[in-house]
C-alpha cells in the first residue's frame, strides 16, 4: 500500500447522471481501475460524518475513518462535468478544505476501508439493539445479508454501487417494520418541542383565557354601573328640572 500511495497523486473525476461523483482517470493505473470506481463528494463527506456522530457512543475509532480513504481536493474545473483532484494529506474529521474521499479498495477483502465497514456495521447492530425492544437481538450477519441482497439485485440491473449509498445502506440501516422506533427520533421530537416551548412562556392556556375574559367581565360590569349612575343622575336631574317648572303654572293661576 505504501506503493501505491507514493503514485496515487492525482485523479479526473466525472459528474454522473445519478449526481454522483465517478473517477475517470487516475495517475495509478497499475493498482486501480476505474471501472465503477466512485468517490465521495464534500457535501457527502459531512453528511457521512454526522451519520456516524452516535456511534461515538459506542467506541466508534476515528482513526479507522482517516485510514479508510484517500483525500483529494480540486485542482481545476476541466469543464462542466468534470474535474481534476490532487491528493492532500489532511484528515477528514479536522480540515477545513473542501475534500473528496477515495476508499482504498486495492484489497477489497482486508484493506483499510475493508475495516472501516466492519467497524460501523457491528456499532450500528449496537446502537440498534439498544434502541429497539426487539424479540430477538439483531445480528450483524443478518444486517450484512440484507444489504448484501440488495447490492446483488444492482448488479443484476446493471448498475453499479457508489461507495456513499453503501455508507448509507449502513449508517442509516433500520430492519423492516421498526420504521422510526429509534430513540435518537425521539429525542429529535423532544428537542424539536422544547425549542418550542422555550419560545413561548409555560402557561395554562385555558386559565390564561378565563382570566382575560374575567377581567373583561369585570370591565363591562364596571363600565354598565357607570352607565347606570349616570343615568340615574340624569333622572335626578330631570325632576329637578320638573320640581323647579311646577310653580310657574301655579303663579298664572293666582292672576
Known amino acids: ?7 496515487l497523486e492525482w485523479l479526473v473525476t466525472r459528474l454522473g447522471e445519478d449526481m454522483n461523483w465517478w473517477v475517470e482517470e487516475i495517475s495509478d493505473e497499475v493498482r486501480w481501475d ?4 466512485s468517490i465521495i463528494d464534500p457535501r457527502q463527506v459531512g453528511h457521512i460524518i454526522d451519520q456516524i456522530e452516535p456511534l461515538r457512543d459506542y467506541d466508534f475509532q476515528p482513526e479507522l475513518l482517516e485510514a479508510a480513504f484517500f483525500k483529494f481536493k480540486i485542482e481545476k474545473k476541466l ?12 484528515p477528514l474529521l479536522e480540515s477545513e478544505e473542501m475534500l473528496f474521499a477515495l476508499p482504498d479498495i486495492i484489497d477489497e477483502e482486508k484493506g483499510p476501508y475493508a475495516d472501516f465497514i466492519d467497524h460501523i456495521t457491528r456499532l450500528r447492530v449496537k446502537l440498534l439493539n439498544d434502541s429497539i425492544d426487539f424479540e430477538q437481538k439483531l445480528t450483524v450477519e443478518e444486517l450484512e445479508e440484507e444489504i448484501r441482497e440488495e447490492q446483488n439485485a444492482d448488479f443484476m440491473e446493471g448498475r453499479a454501487i457508489h461507495v456513499f449509498s453503501e455508507l448509507n445502506s449502513i449508517l442509516e440501516y433500520v430492519p423492516a417494520g421498526y420504521e422510526g422506533e429509534l430513540d435518537g427520533d425521539d429525542e429529535d421530537e423532544k428537542s424539536a418541542e422544547d425549542e418550542i416551548e422555550e419560545d413561548f412562556p409555560d402557561v395554562d392556556d385555558d386559565e390564561k383565557i378565563e382570566e382575560d375574559e374575567t377581567m373583561k367581565w369585570d370591565e363591562d360590569e364596571d363600565e354598565e354601573e357607570d352607565d347606570e349612575e349616570s343615568e340615574g343622575d340624569e333622572d335626578y336631574e330631570d325632576l329637578d328640572e320638573e320640581e323647579e317648572e311646577e310653580p310657574a303654572p301655579k303663579s298664572r293661576k293666582r292672576k
Request: hydrophobic residues 40%.
Open 79 to 90: 469543464d462542466e462535468d468534470r474535474l481534476r483532484l490532487v491528493r492532500v494529506s489532511e
Open 34 to 37: 476505474v471501472d465503477g470506481l
Open 1 to 7: 500500500m505504501a506503493k501505491s500511495s507514493s503514485v
